[in-house]
Protein backbone atom coordinates (compact mmCIF):
# COMPACT_ATOMS: atom_id res chain seq x y z
CA UNK A 1 0.00 0.00 0.00
CA UNK A 2 1.00 3.45 -1.06
CA UNK A 3 2.25 5.67 2.03
CA UNK A 4 1.15 9.44 1.63
CA UNK A 5 3.57 11.39 3.54
CA UNK A 6 2.57 15.23 4.07
CA UNK A 7 5.21 18.12 5.38
CA UNK A 8 4.68 20.54 7.80
CA UNK A 9 1.63 19.08 9.76
CA UNK A 10 0.62 22.75 10.58
CA UNK A 11 1.82 25.74 9.28
CA UNK A 12 1.39 29.19 10.41
CA UNK A 13 2.21 32.46 8.07
CA UNK A 14 1.82 35.87 7.28
CA UNK A 15 -0.40 37.59 4.72
CA UNK A 16 1.98 37.94 2.02
CA UNK A 17 4.64 34.89 2.11
CA UNK A 18 5.55 32.54 -0.31
CA UNK A 19 4.06 29.22 1.54
CA UNK A 20 5.56 25.42 -0.06
CA UNK A 21 3.45 22.22 1.25
CA UNK A 22 5.34 19.26 0.91
CA UNK A 23 4.07 15.46 -0.20
CA UNK A 24 6.07 12.48 -0.45
CA UNK A 25 4.99 9.14 -1.29
CA UNK A 26 5.95 5.54 -1.56
CA UNK A 27 5.19 3.73 -4.55
CA UNK A 28 5.20 4.65 -7.93
CA UNK A 29 1.78 6.37 -9.29
CA UNK A 30 -0.69 7.43 -11.70
CA UNK A 31 -1.69 10.68 -10.81
CA UNK A 32 -1.50 13.51 -7.32
CA UNK A 33 -4.03 15.20 -6.61
CA UNK A 34 -4.10 18.41 -4.25
CA UNK A 35 -7.22 19.01 -2.78
CA UNK A 36 -8.48 21.94 -0.22
CA UNK A 37 -10.46 21.72 2.43
CA UNK A 38 -11.79 24.99 4.34
CA UNK A 39 -13.08 24.37 8.37
CA UNK A 40 -16.14 22.83 8.50
CA UNK A 41 -16.49 22.65 4.92
CA UNK A 42 -16.13 20.01 1.59
CA UNK A 43 -13.03 19.27 -0.33
CA UNK A 44 -12.31 20.22 -3.45
CA UNK A 45 -9.91 19.40 -6.14
CA UNK A 46 -7.11 22.35 -6.46
CA UNK A 47 -4.84 20.00 -9.24
CA UNK A 48 -4.28 16.54 -10.86
CA UNK A 49 -0.96 15.69 -11.84
CA UNK A 50 1.15 12.88 -13.67
CA UNK A 51 3.62 15.09 -14.16
CA UNK A 52 5.81 18.54 -15.00
CA UNK A 53 3.63 21.45 -13.02
CA UNK A 54 0.23 23.19 -13.26
CA UNK A 55 -0.79 26.77 -12.09
CA UNK A 56 -3.80 28.30 -11.09
CA UNK A 57 -4.16 31.68 -10.15
CA UNK A 58 -1.62 32.03 -7.01
CA UNK A 59 -1.50 28.36 -6.65
CA UNK A 60 1.65 26.56 -8.19
CA UNK A 61 1.88 22.07 -7.91
CA UNK A 62 5.20 20.35 -9.27
CA UNK A 63 5.48 16.59 -9.02
CA UNK A 64 8.48 14.88 -9.34
CA UNK A 65 7.89 11.11 -10.26
CA UNK A 66 12.00 10.05 -10.06
CA UNK A 67 12.02 11.38 -6.47
CA UNK A 68 8.23 10.93 -5.56
CA UNK A 69 7.25 13.85 -3.95
CA UNK A 70 5.08 16.89 -5.38
CA UNK A 71 4.90 20.65 -3.77
CA UNK A 72 2.50 22.52 -3.12
CA UNK A 73 3.16 26.56 -3.88
CA UNK A 74 1.01 29.50 -2.58
CA UNK A 75 2.50 32.90 -3.55
CA UNK A 76 1.16 36.25 -1.64
CA UNK A 77 -0.40 34.17 0.78
CA UNK A 78 -4.24 35.60 1.80
CA UNK A 79 -6.34 34.61 5.01
CA UNK A 80 -8.69 33.16 2.51
CA UNK A 81 -6.12 30.72 1.99
CA UNK A 82 -6.41 29.03 5.45
CA UNK A 83 -7.65 25.61 5.08
CA UNK A 84 -6.45 22.34 5.35
CA UNK A 85 -4.08 21.04 2.26
CA UNK A 86 -4.60 17.44 1.62
CA UNK A 87 -2.20 15.12 -1.24
CA UNK A 88 -3.55 11.75 -2.39
CA UNK A 89 -2.56 9.60 -4.86
CA UNK A 90 -3.63 6.99 -7.34
CA UNK A 91 -2.13 4.30 -8.60
CA UNK A 92 -1.53 2.10 -11.62
CA UNK A 93 -5.25 2.66 -13.72
CA UNK A 94 -7.35 2.53 -10.88
CA UNK A 95 -9.54 4.96 -9.01
CA UNK A 96 -8.28 4.46 -5.86
CA UNK A 97 -7.32 6.92 -3.94
CA UNK A 98 -4.82 7.23 -0.80
CA UNK A 99 -4.66 10.41 1.09
CA UNK A 100 -2.19 11.95 3.12
CA UNK A 101 -3.05 13.47 6.92
CA UNK A 102 -3.85 16.88 5.18
CA UNK A 103 -1.63 20.09 6.43
CA UNK A 104 -3.82 23.07 8.22
CA UNK A 105 -2.28 26.30 6.92
CA UNK A 106 -3.06 29.34 8.67
CA UNK A 107 -2.22 32.65 7.34
CA UNK A 108 -2.41 35.98 9.45
CA UNK A 109 -3.24 39.26 8.12
CA UNK B 1 -24.46 19.98 -13.58
CA UNK B 2 -24.83 19.25 -9.84
CA UNK B 3 -22.07 17.52 -9.22
CA UNK B 4 -21.97 15.13 -6.22
CA UNK B 5 -25.17 15.69 -3.95
CA UNK B 6 -24.80 14.32 -0.52
CA UNK B 7 -27.13 14.80 2.54
CA UNK B 8 -27.71 15.12 5.53
CA UNK B 9 -24.84 17.57 6.45
CA UNK B 10 -25.49 17.18 9.85
CA UNK B 11 -26.92 14.14 12.14
CA UNK B 12 -27.05 12.88 15.58
CA UNK B 13 -28.12 9.60 16.36
CA UNK B 14 -28.69 7.57 19.62
CA UNK B 15 -26.53 4.33 19.76
CA UNK B 16 -28.24 1.77 18.34
CA UNK B 17 -30.23 3.49 15.69
CA UNK B 18 -29.57 3.31 12.27
CA UNK B 19 -29.42 5.79 9.31
CA UNK B 20 -28.54 5.86 5.57
CA UNK B 21 -26.39 9.04 4.13
CA UNK B 22 -27.51 9.62 0.77
CA UNK B 23 -24.87 10.28 -2.14
CA UNK B 24 -25.77 10.98 -6.41
CA UNK B 25 -23.83 12.20 -8.75
CA UNK B 26 -24.84 13.60 -12.31
CA UNK B 27 -21.55 13.14 -13.86
CA UNK B 28 -21.75 9.57 -15.19
CA UNK B 29 -19.07 8.66 -13.16
CA UNK B 30 -18.51 4.32 -12.74
CA UNK B 31 -16.73 4.72 -9.79
CA UNK B 32 -18.22 6.09 -6.54
CA UNK B 33 -16.66 5.95 -2.55
CA UNK B 34 -17.45 6.83 0.56
CA UNK B 35 -14.69 7.74 3.21
CA UNK B 36 -14.54 9.24 6.62
CA UNK B 37 -12.26 11.42 8.29
CA UNK B 38 -11.38 11.49 11.58
CA UNK B 39 -9.06 14.31 13.26
CA UNK B 40 -5.43 13.43 12.78
CA UNK B 41 -5.46 10.94 9.93
CA UNK B 42 -6.07 10.55 6.80
CA UNK B 43 -9.20 9.85 4.84
CA UNK B 44 -10.13 6.32 5.18
CA UNK B 45 -12.29 3.99 2.78
CA UNK B 46 -15.12 2.62 3.66
CA UNK B 47 -16.76 1.23 0.76
CA UNK B 48 -16.51 1.97 -2.96
CA UNK B 49 -17.97 0.61 -6.48
CA UNK B 50 -16.95 0.77 -9.69
CA UNK B 51 -20.33 0.57 -11.43
CA UNK B 52 -23.98 -0.21 -10.88
CA UNK B 53 -24.45 -3.79 -8.94
CA UNK B 54 -21.31 -3.67 -7.80
CA UNK B 55 -19.66 -2.51 -4.62
CA UNK B 56 -16.62 -3.82 -2.44
CA UNK B 57 -15.42 -3.24 1.02
CA UNK B 58 -12.22 -0.44 1.42
CA UNK B 59 -9.88 -0.13 4.43
CA UNK B 60 -12.91 0.43 7.25
CA UNK B 61 -16.01 -1.58 6.77
CA UNK B 62 -17.38 -2.72 9.31
CA UNK B 63 -20.55 -1.62 11.00
CA UNK B 64 -21.56 0.07 7.50
CA UNK B 65 -23.43 -1.22 3.81
CA UNK B 66 -23.95 -0.06 0.87
CA UNK B 67 -25.59 -0.68 -2.45
CA UNK B 68 -25.21 0.41 -6.26
CA UNK B 69 -28.52 0.28 -7.69
CA UNK B 70 -27.78 2.74 -10.27
CA UNK B 71 -25.11 4.60 -11.55
CA UNK B 72 -26.10 7.62 -10.09
CA UNK B 73 -26.74 6.52 -6.33
CA UNK B 74 -24.82 5.24 -3.74
CA UNK B 75 -25.92 5.06 -0.39
CA UNK B 76 -24.26 4.20 2.91
CA UNK B 77 -26.56 2.83 5.55
CA UNK B 78 -24.97 2.33 9.13
CA UNK B 79 -26.93 -0.47 10.80
CA UNK B 80 -26.42 0.03 14.55
CA UNK B 81 -24.59 3.20 15.23
CA UNK B 82 -21.73 3.28 17.58
CA UNK B 83 -19.78 5.84 19.22
CA UNK B 84 -16.80 5.08 17.16
CA UNK B 85 -18.80 5.97 13.98
CA UNK B 86 -18.31 9.59 15.37
CA UNK B 87 -16.85 11.22 12.18
CA UNK B 88 -16.98 13.31 8.97
CA UNK B 89 -18.17 11.17 6.44
CA UNK B 90 -17.53 12.29 2.58
CA UNK B 91 -18.59 10.73 -0.75
CA UNK B 92 -16.80 10.65 -3.76
CA UNK B 93 -17.09 10.69 -7.01
CA UNK B 94 -14.48 9.50 -9.56
CA UNK B 95 -14.02 9.56 -13.52
CA UNK B 96 -11.84 6.87 -15.25
CA UNK B 97 -8.25 6.31 -14.04
CA UNK B 98 -5.13 6.77 -14.59
CA UNK B 99 -3.98 9.47 -15.88
CA UNK B 100 -7.07 11.08 -16.34
CA UNK B 101 -8.43 10.32 -13.00
CA UNK B 102 -9.79 13.36 -10.94
CA UNK B 103 -11.83 12.94 -7.95
CA UNK B 104 -15.46 15.05 -6.63
CA UNK B 105 -16.40 15.16 -2.95
CA UNK B 106 -19.56 15.89 -1.67
CA UNK B 107 -19.94 18.43 1.24
CA UNK B 108 -19.48 16.19 3.87
CA UNK B 109 -21.81 14.45 6.88
CA UNK B 110 -21.07 15.41 10.14
CA UNK B 111 -22.42 12.79 12.15
CA UNK B 112 -22.64 12.41 16.13
CA UNK B 113 -23.34 9.15 17.48
CA UNK B 114 -24.61 9.65 21.44
Known amino acids: KNEVEQSPQNLTAQEGEFITINCSYSVGISALHWLQQHPGGGIVSLFMLSSGKKKHGRLIATINIQEKHSSLHITASHPRDSAVYICAVSEGGSEKLVFGKGMKLTVNP | NAGVTQTPKFQVLKTGQSMTLQCAQDMNHEYMSWYRQDPGMGLRLIHYSVGAGITDQGEVPNGYNVSRSTTEDFPLRLLSAAPSQTSVYFC?????????????FGQGTRLTVV
Open chain 2, 92 to 104: ASTNRGGVNTEAF
